[in-house]
């Protein structure tokens, strides 16, 4: 079993940035693909960015490519996801998941193919 938490959403400008932070518990961490995923009111979830065992494959939601950019520090059992130049549409509930499909250069892009979710953060983005 693995626990995700994040943490960092908030209030925002726009062009403004945030960083939003997941900090897993459970399994070794370093073992699990991970994504970040967003909700807005009343829309399905959707992928916005992805990363590898390794952190050596990343991929983007073109939406948010060129904005956001996922890390991850496999010490601190902790993934990121960096948002800059946010826009009003980037306002969403934000979900950290995390699968150990595949193997340490696959990332994964569509919410079956994760097993753990963390509760989700808001980002609101004000114009």
């Known amino acids: 079993q693995v626990q995700l938490v994040e943490s960092g959403g908030g209030l925002v400008q726009a062009g403004g940035s945030l960083r939003l932070s997941c900090a897993a518990s459970g399994r070794t961490f370093s073992t699990y693909a991970m994504g970040w995923f967003r909700q807005a009111p009343g829309k399905e979830r959707e992928f916005a960015a992805a990363i590898s065992w390794s952190g050596g494959t990343t991929r983007y939601a073109e939406s948010v490519k060129g904005r956001f950019t996922i890390s991850r520090d496999n010490a601190k059992n902790t993934v990121y996801l960096q948002m800059n130049t946010l826009k009003p549409e980037d306002t969403a509930i934000y979900y950290c998941?995390?699968?150990?499909?595949?193997?340490?250069?696959?990332?994964?892009?569509?919410?079956?193919?994760?097993?753990?979710w963390g509760q989700g953060t808001q980002v609101t983005v004000s114009s």
């Open positions: 998941a995390a699968t150990i499909k595949g193997s340490g250069a696959l990332v994964y892009t569509t919410t079956p193919e994760y097993s753990y």
